[in-house]
C-alpha cells in the first residue's frame, strides 16, 4: 500500500504532456497543472485561433491565460527530487506487444534493457540490478534484450547449448554429445562466435571496401552528371546565339533587299515621271499651237493670212516616241525569284546539317559499354519471358503452353483476320518487344526452323523477300535443321561451323547493337556474332521450314 501511495504522489507531481516531473510547474485557470515550456508550447500552436484549452479537461479560455510560476508545488517536486523518488515511467517506457518486457516486473511491466543467457530472462533496469551488485550473477551472459532467449536451450535436454557442431552445422548442448552428435565436430559455441566473427570482419571489410569503391563511382557519376548538364546547358546556350545570329543575319539580309528595292524603285518612278512631265508639256504646247492654226485657218482676209502666217514660230523639237523603251511587265519579280532561290539553298543546307546534329546529339554516350556475359549464369541474368503473338502467327501454326510453343500443322488454325499475320510464311513474333540486354533460349524438334530477331514493322503480306526472316534488312535469322546451321541476313548466307543444336540461346544487347546465338549443351558455344547498328527494338521470331510436326518452344530459363 505504502508503494502504491507514493506511485501516486510520482503521478500527481508529473506533467501529463511531457510525462515528466513538473518542471517550472504552473497551473492553468482550470486546476492542472503543467511544465511552463511544455504548456507554452502547446498554446504557441493555439495563437492562430485565439483559442487556448487545457489539455487534460478540454476546457477553453480567451484570451490567453498569463501564466505564473507555481512556487509550492515548484516546492514541492524539489522536495520530491531529493528524497531520491522519481516520476512514474512514462508510457514510452512500459513495454508494447513489439517489445522485450521484463519478466520480473508486476502489473504492466516496463521494457527490458537487457536478457540473460544463464538465467534465461530479461530485466529492467530495476531488476537488472543485481546482476551488477552480487557476485553471484558475475559469470552470466547479459546480451541485447531478446524475445528468441529459448532458442538457445536444448528442446530436449532442457539445457544452454554451449557447444557448436560444425558437422551438422547447429548448436547443440553438452548432453547431445553423449548422444547423436557423438563423435562429430565440435568446438564451443563462443569459439564458434569468434571464427564466425573474424569470417564477418572479412566481409564487412570487403563490403566497406565495396561501399568505398561505390562511393567513388557515385561520385565519378554524379560528377558527370554535373559535366552532362553543363555541357548541355552551353551547347542550348550557344546554339540559340547561334540561331540568333542566324535569324539577324536573315533579318539584316532581309532589310537589305528591302532598302534596295525601294531605292531602286523610287530612282525608276523618278525618271519616268520626268519623262511624263516632259511629255505633258509638248503635249500642252502642242495644243496652244494647234488652237493657233486653227485660228489662223478660218482668217479670210488673204493679205491678213498672208501676214501673219510667216510670224508663226516653228515647232520644237519633238520627243521621239521610239526612244521611249518600255519594258514587259516584270519588274522586281526576279528578285522574288532570287530570294526563293536562296530559301531553297538554305533548307537544302539545313536538312542535310540538321541530320548531322541530330546524330551528333544521339551519339552523345558518357558510359562505357559494360562487359559482355561470358558464362551461362552471367547469362541468365538477362533472361527475358517472352510469348508469342497469336495475331503474327501463321494460320499453319498451332500455338500452345501459354503461347510459348508453336507447331507446324498440316491443316490451318482458325485464327481472326488481323493485318499483323503473316499470309505466305509460316513465321510468328514475340507479343514483347526487346530493347537493353535480353536473354532466352529456343528448343525445336522436328525439320528445319529460323530463329530470328525482326523489327516489328517488317512485311507480313506475300511472298517477297521483304516478308522472310532473314532476307531483308529488317531480320537476322539463325538456320538450323538436323545436318547444319547458318545465319542469313539480307539474303546473304554465312555458315556456321560446328554440330547443329536442338537448343538454342540468343543474347540481344540492342544498345551496343550486338546479337549473338549460342549452341547450348553443357557448355555455351557461340555460333555466330552480329555487331550492327539497331534503329528500331526488335521482336524474336520463329520461321518453320514446311515439314509438318515441326515444334518450337520458348524455353523457362533460371
Same mark, same amino acid.
Given at each position: ?13 508529473? @506533467?501529463?504532456? @511531457? ?5 517550472? !510547474? ?13 504548456? =507554452? ?13 487545457? !489539455?487534460?479537461?478540454? =476546457? ?41 518486457? *521484463?519478466?520480473? +516486473? ?6 527490458? *534493457? ?39 536451450? *536444448? ?20 548432453? +547431445? ?29 570487403? $563490403? ?45 539580309? +532581309? ?25 505633258? =508639256? ?72 540538321? &541530320? ?35 495475331? &503474327? ?23 481472326? /483476320?488481323? !493485318? ?37 514493322? $517488317? ?20 538456320? @538450323? ?19 547443329? /543444336? ?44 514446311? /515439314? !509438318? ?10
Amino acid at each position: 500500500m505504502a508503494q502504491k501511495g507514493v506511485q501516486l504522489d510520482e503521478e500527481t507531481f508529473s @506533467c501529463s504532456i @511531457c510525462l515528466d516531473l513538473l518542471k517550472d !510547474p504552473v497551473t492553468v485557470p482550470c486546476g492542472h497543472s503543467y511544465c511552463m515550456n511544455c504548456i =507554452q508550447t502547446r498554446w504557441d500552436t493555439e495563437d492562430e485561433r485565439r483559442v487556448y484549452s487545457c !489539455p487534460q479537461c478540454r =476546457q477553453t479560455f480567451t484570451p490567453r491565460p498569463v501564466l505564473v510560476k507555481n512556487t509550492m508545488l515548484a516546492a514541492l517536486v524539489e522536495e520530491l527530487k531529493k528524497t531520491g523518488l522519481q516520476a512514474a515511467p512514462a508510457d514510452h517506457c512500459y513495454a508494447g506487444p513489439e517489445d522485450v518486457a *521484463c519478466d520480473f +516486473c508486476t502489473g504492466r511491466k516496463l521494457k527490458a *534493457c537487457k536478457s540473460c543467457l544463464v538465467c534465461r530472462a530479461s530485466y529492467c533496469e530495476k531488476h537488472l540490478q543485481p546482476h551488477y551488485e552480487s557476485p553471484t550473477f558475475k559469470k552470466h551472459k547479459l546480451v541485447e534484450p531478446s524475445k528468441k532467449l529459448q532458442e538457445n536451450v *536444448c528442446s530436449r535436454h532442457d539445457e544452454v547449448m554451449k557447444i557448436f557442431c560444425r558437422t551438422d552445422q547447429q548448436s547443440v548442448c553438452y548432453l +547431445c554429445l553423449m548422444d547423436e552428435h557423438k563423435g562429430h565436430d565440435t568446438v564451443s559455441a563462443a569459439a564458434e562466435w569468434t571464427e564466425r566473427q573474424r569470417e564477418l570482419g572479412v566481409s564487412r571489410q570487403n $563490403i566497406q571496401q565495396r561501399i568505398q569503391y561505390r562511393e567513388k563511382d557515385v561520385k565519378l557519376l554524379q560528377q558527370q552528371v554535373e559535366a552532362i548538364n553543363r555541357s548541355a546547358d552551353k551547347a542550348v546556350e550557344d546554339s540559340e546565339k547561334i540561331f540568333t545570329q542566324l535569324i539577324r543575319l536573315m533579318e539584316k539580309r +532581309c532589310s537589305d533587299v528591302k532598302q534596295q528595292v525601294r531605292s531602286q524603285q523610287e530612282a525608276e518612278v523618278s525618271r519616268v515621271r520626268e519623262l511624263q512631265e516632259k511629255l505633258e =508639256q509638248e503635249i500642252t504646247e502642242l495644243r496652244r499651237r494647234d488652237a493657233d492654226l486653227e485660228e489662223l485657218s478660218l482668217t479670210e482676209d488673204h493679205n491678213q493670212f498672208l501676214h501673219d502666217y510667216p510670224s508663226l514660230s516653228p515647232l520644237s523639237e519633238s520627243t521621239d516616241s521610239s526612244s521611249i523603251n518600255i519594258r514587259p511587265l516584270r519588274y522586281f519579280e526576279a528578285v522574288t525569284a532570287a530570294v526563293s532561290e536562296v530559301r531553297d539553298k538554305l533548307q537544302d543546307v539545313l536538312r542535310v546539317k540538321w &541530320t548531322n546534329i541530330s546524330q551528333t546529339v544521339t551519339e552523345v554516350d558518357v558510359l562505357l559499354s559494360q562487359p559482355q556475359p561470358k558464362t551461362r549464369a552471367e547469362f541468365l541474368q538477362y533472361s527475358c519471358d517472352i510469348t508469342l503473338d497469336p495475331n &503474327t502467327a501463321h494460320t499453319r501454326l498451332l500455338l500452345s503452353d501459354g503461347n510459348r510453343k508453336a507447331t507446324l500443322m498440316r491443316e490451318r488454325q482458325s485464327y481472326s /483476320s488481323h !493485318p499483323d499475320r503473316f499470309t505466305v510464311y509460316e513465321q510468328v513474333l514475340s507479343r514483347e518487344s526487346l530493347t537493353g540486354r535480353c536473354y532466352w533460349e529456343v528448343e525445336w524438334r522436328g525439320g528445319g526452323v529460323y530463329v530470328a530477331v525482326a523489327y516489328k514493322n $517488317i512485311s507480313r503480306a506475300g511472298s517477297g523477300k521483304e516478308c522472310a526472316f532473314g532476307y531483308n534488312d529488317k531480320s537476322w535469322a539463325l538456320y @538450323c535443321n538436323n545436318n547444319s546451321s547458318n545465319f542469313r541476313y539480307n539474303n546473304v548466307h554465312t555458315p556456321v561451323s560446328g554440330p547443329p /543444336s536442338s537448343r538454342v540461346g540468343v543474347y540481344l544487347d540492342h544498345r551496343a547493337g550486338i546479337l549473338s546465338f549460342y549452341r547450348i549443351s553443357e557448355t555455351m558455344t557461340l555460333l555466330h556474332r552480329v555487331q550492327t547498328t539497331f534503329t528500331q527494338p526488335l521482336c524474336a521470331g520463329l520461321r518453320f521450314y514446311w /515439314s !509438318p510436326g515441326v515444334t518450337v518452344e520458348l524455353c523457362k530459363v533460371k
